[in-house]
């Protein structure tokens, strides 16, 4: 086992020793499963939930978890076209290679419209949370203190956590609704440039509303972003980091990468000598996957099961940095083992972190366990290293 550990962030000399979750053998596993109560809940709940074997063109549907409409299609199936294509006797011989690319494109475009339609809706079903808030770290940061509180009360008078009444799909729909101002400029985009649109999608992704984004330019922002550190050595970073102790440039990078901040809004930033700005933005980032992260581990716990869908998945792999740059997500998630794969990933990092803690079943509010805003474990996947397809034998 590996020691990882943190200073508190109101009190240095106390400190909480974390353990890297272990599966280099079945038994190391089986070791950190009694080490850590939380992933031992996490992998019986894995076991007993049944392999999705779908196609994403027909996600998981869940009321409360999932949002697809608001996520981009993670690949395009153009092989499955050009085989149709091929197999269609109406199709002349030396029509087939046109007619592949024309169908593929009608497909694309299809794609297209139907996550504009996708992004209004959003829009109109999240008024009312926005009538209330009107911001959406306003609700971050009101949804982080009604954990804290609910932490309190569970743990004063010993009872079982409160449920909130915010669901996971409600809390991604609204972070996600200011995609819906990028639909004007993206439809005139659309209207002239038509089949080239795709292209520019990756060339400049970031004009694109986040549901439109092409499988290729969801790989080119994944592959940038990946193995952004903020604090070192996972192994050593061993005490408590305020987000306004992170490098600038580090916190530039890993901000543009995820679209919390554009690339011209931290050179302006920087510019005007406001680095404040920039790790404001880091701090509520963290305090979203905190609340993310907790509507979620409720859920699964809740549910008795995981039920996330193919998007939903790599979209939380990809805000987490649970993945390698060489690793292309889209392609990936279609593949019964690779989609386990990302969910012990998951899983892992949400065990790290939650291990004895309230939410666990354990007796520590989380910011007891690990200080309040503490950039130390924003990216830290909860192992040494990722699992790969190659481990599942490992940790069944």
């Not at 949002?67 to 153009?78: H, K, N, Q």
């Not at 050179?267 to 680095?275: D, E, L, M, Q, S």
């Amino acid at each position: 086992m590996v020691p990882f550990t943190v200073v508190r962030a109101y009190s240095v000399s106390q400190q909480a020793t974390r353990r890297l979750i272990n599966f280099e053998t079945s038994d190391l596993f089986a070791q950190s499963c009694r080490d850590n109560e939380c992933l031992s809940q996490l992998a019986n709940i894995i076991r007993k939930t049944q392999s999705d074997k779908i196609s994403d063109l027909k996600p998981l549907k869940s009321s409360t978890i999932n949002s697809d409409r608001s996520l981009p299609i993670p690949v395009f199936p153009r092989q499955e076209i050009f085989d149709q294509v091929d197999q269609d006797v109406a199709v002349q011989q030396w029509r087939k290679f046109p007619t592949k690319w024309f169908r593929f494109g009608k497909f694309v475009i299809k794609n297209y419209t139907s996550s504009l339609r996708n992004m209004w809706g959003l829009f109109k079903d999240t008024r009312v949370i926005h009538k209330e808030y009107r911001d959406f770290n306003k609700l971050v940061m009101s949804t982080s203190k009604t954990i804290e509180f609910a932490e309190i009360e569970a743990k004063v008078t010993k009872s079982p956590l409160k449920s909130l009444q915010l669901t996971r799909i409600q809390f991604q729909e609204y972070r996600r609704r200011g995609e819906f101002y990028k639909v004007p400029s993206f439809l005139l985009i659309l209207l002239l440039f038509e089949e080239f649109t795709p292209a520019l999608c990756y060339v400049f992704p970031s004009l694109v509303p986040w549901n439109c984004l092409t499988p290729s330019a969801y790989k080119k922002l994944s592959s940038k972003g990946a193995n952004v550190n903020l604090h070192g050595d996972l192994t050593k970073s061993n005490e408590y980091l305020s987000p306004y102790n992170v490098p600038i440039d580090k916190a530039v990078e890993f901000l543009a990468n995820k679209r919390v901040l554009s690339r011209w809004q931290t050179v302006f930033y920087r510019i005007a000598g406001n680095n404040d700005k920039i790790y404001e933005a880091l701090a509520q980032y963290n305090q979203y996957l905190l609340v993310d992260d907790w509507l979620l581990l409720t859920h699964i716990f809740e549910a008795g099961t995981i039920d996330l869908s193919n998007r939903e998945l790599i979209n939380a792999i990809f805000e987490r940095q649970l993945y390698n740059a060489s690793e292309d997500l889209g392609t990936m998630i279609v593949n019964e083992q690779s989609r386990k794969t990302f969910l012990y990933r998951l899983m892992f990092y949400l065990a790290f972190r939650y291990n004895s803690t309230l939410r666990a079943g354990g007796d520590k509010q989380f910011t007891e366990a690990w200080g309040v805003n503490n950039i130390a474990i924003l990216n830290i996947p909860g192992t040494s290293r990722f699992l790969e397809p190659r481990d599942l034998d490992k940790v069944k």
